[in-house]
Nanobody, 118 residues
Framework: QVQLVESGGGLVQAGGSLRLSCAAS????????MGWYRQAPGKLRESVAS???????TYADSVKGRFTISRDNAKNTAYLEMNSLKPEDTAVYYC????????????WGQGTQVTVSS
């Protein structure tokens, strides 16, 4: 069993910054990729950023230049540094990881609320 625990969400004014963390624990042989999705009220869940074990990152166009994803492989932890936040970034942010134990499975965290006030 693998658990993903997110932290770092909260309320911030527009233009501010937040840093999200996602720590994976359990029977982990390898974490292939880690990423962040978000879901705003009334909208579909969307990909925000992802990073593979080698460090290559991809971003949604809406966050490029403002968000940075990183990971610490030794700690099985991913981070999302969010700068120049906008009200439209308000959503529940979910961490996800593709984890190999005996097989590869995708796991999700419980979500953390990010609210950006104007």
């Amino acid at each position: 069993q693998v658990q993903l625990v997110e932290s770092g969400g909260g309320l911030v004014q527009a233009g501010g910054s937040l840093r999200l963390s996602c720590a994976a624990s359990g029977s982990i042989a390898r974490i292939n990729d880690m990423g962040w999705y978000r879901q705003a009220p009334g909208k579909l869940r969307e990909s925000v950023a992802s990073i593979i074990s080698g460090g290559t990152a991809t971003y949604a166009d809406s966050v490029k230049g403002r968000f940075t994803i990183s990971r610490d492989n030794a700690k099985n932890t991913a981070y999302l540094e969010m700068n120049s936040l906008k009200p439209e970034d308000t959503a529940v942010y979910y961490c996800t990881a593709l984890v190999t134990t005996r097989l590869a499975n995708r796991y999700w965290g419980q979500g953390t609320q990010v609210t950006v006030s104007s």
